[in-house]
């Protein structure tokens, strides 16, 4: 079998997922692994050229994993033809201008979320990748992890019965950054700057609650700003014009309800940083990012309320480990799984499900989600399939 070399434009290989989940955890692992296996046995070794804005700090981080292709000049990465993906992690109010002329170079593309800050952006960056006829995908990580993917296995053994509810819980505390530096960039609490948890969250909770619970039929969100003063990188004081917090209930076709806290001002008091609880008719389950616990209706136990005595029960005691049940090595990086998922399917010609329309209904949902909040009424969202 023979091993095909792949050119790989990684723009934003400076930033913090562009470096450490895509190029280090991801792009470096597929090539340290020997590359991608496809269809018909060969393998996708990727060749990667670096595109940074800052000259010092890329030549840096091509020099330290002895990568010899870069530039800061990203139409001159976008005029060789011998890379022939573009990948985008730069700062989301960046990435509508370089996605179209990542489109209008005819490369197959590969995006962070969300694709665009606004729905009308999104889905025009979806109508003109279709018309250009370029392969198109979106980083939907989330559902590679192995939390997610043990819920996945429960959903489609039946575990669940019919499922009535979901409750996610996601956040963890931001440091304001005054006496301790924030551990997210600034622009993130700033919306002139493309930020916001709606923005950045939203995205994730369409298309995980599309594919493993069904498609959204309205949103109703409460946002808030609950810190309005942070200290930036340099230690400059800014207002925080960005929402940090959001309370989303979502209902889907079928009735099942889904409610997500997202927040970066709560403290953690769960296993992960991420759980969701899904109760259904036959069994219920916790999950996060790694882990996932069970308990069916066989096993739950029958509380009586009774607030006068202390309750000597031991809820969490009731619920069960769910095994890996993943081979030797376990599961890989979800950022990891993707891309190789995303280059066997560009490299076998297949569609990617996970294209720049799911991006779009992801974009949609923060819109819809923000509308809600500032208008104090629930939105409705229709399908959308096709551009
Ligand atoms: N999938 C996920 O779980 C996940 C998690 C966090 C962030 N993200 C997304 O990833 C993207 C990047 O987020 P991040 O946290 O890595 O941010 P970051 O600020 O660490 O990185 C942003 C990148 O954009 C570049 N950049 C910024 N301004 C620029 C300019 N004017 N010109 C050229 N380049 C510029 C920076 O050099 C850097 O490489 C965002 O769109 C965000 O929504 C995804």
Same mark, same amino acid.
């Given at each position: ?5 792949? #050119? ?57 994993? #002895? ?58 960056? /979806? ?67 493309? #930020? ?24 109703? /969100? ?166």
């Amino acid at each position: 079998m023979a091993t095909r070399r792949i #050119g790989i434009i990684v723009n934003g290989a400076t930033g913090r997922m562009g470096y450490r989940q895509h190029l280090v955890r991801s792009l470096l692992a597929i090539q340290e692994q020997g590359g991608v296996e496809i269809a018909g046995g060969d393998r996708l070794l990727p060749d990667l050229l670096l595109v940074g804005r800052n000259e010092e700090k890329l030549r840096g981080v091509a020099e330290k994993h #002895g990568l010899t292709a870069w530039t800061t000049d990203v139409d001159e990465a976008l005029a060789n033809p011998d890379y022939e993906v573009y990948f985008d992690a730069l700062v989301t109010n960046l990435r509508v201008a370089n996605l179209k002329k990542a489109i209008a170079a005819g490369k197959a593309i590969y995006t962070e979320k969300p694709t665009a800050e606004t729905f009308e952006d999104a889905l025009e960056l /979806a109508k003109l990748a279709k018309e250009a006829g370029v392969v198109n995908g979106v980083v939907h990580d989330k559902l590679y992890l192995p939390g997610l993917l043990k819920l996945r296995r429960l959903i489609d053994s039946g575990f669940f019965g019919e499922i009535l509810s979901v409750r996610g819980e996601f956040g963890y505390w931001v440091y304001e950054g005054d006496w301790q530096s924030a551990q997210r960039p600034s622009w993130n609490y700033r919306s002139e700057d493309g #930020g916001g948890i709606v923005a950045d969250m939203f995205p994730h909770w369409n298309y995980v609650i599309e594919e493993l619970f069904g498609r959204i039929e309205d949103v109703y /969100a409460q946002t808030a700003t609950h810190i309005g003063r942070r200290w930036d990188e340099q230690g400059e004081q800014y207002t925080a014009t960005a929402d940090d917090a959001a309370y989303g209930v979502f209902r889907l076709e079928g009735g099942t309800v889904v409610q997500m806290n997202s927040s970066w001002d709560v403290r953690v008091h769960r296993d992960e940083l991420v759980e969701f609880q899904v109760d259904g008719t036959r069994g219920s389950a916790v999950v996060g990012l790694h882990g996932a616990r069970v308990q069916p209706r066989e096993a739950t136990p029958k509380p009586v309320w009774n607030p006068d005595v202390k309750d000597p029960h031991d809820y969490r005691g009731d619920w069960i480990e769910v095994p890996d049940n993943a081979g030797p090595d376990g599961f890989d990086n979800g950022f990891k799984v993707q891309w190789e998922d995303f280059l066997a399917h560009y490299a076998e010609g297949r569609e990617y499900p996970f294209d720049f329309l799911s991006g779009a209904r992801g974009v949609r949902l923060a819109e819809a989600g923000l509308t809600s909040s500032a208008e104090g009424r629930r939105i409705s969202l229709d399908p959308l399939t096709e551009v």
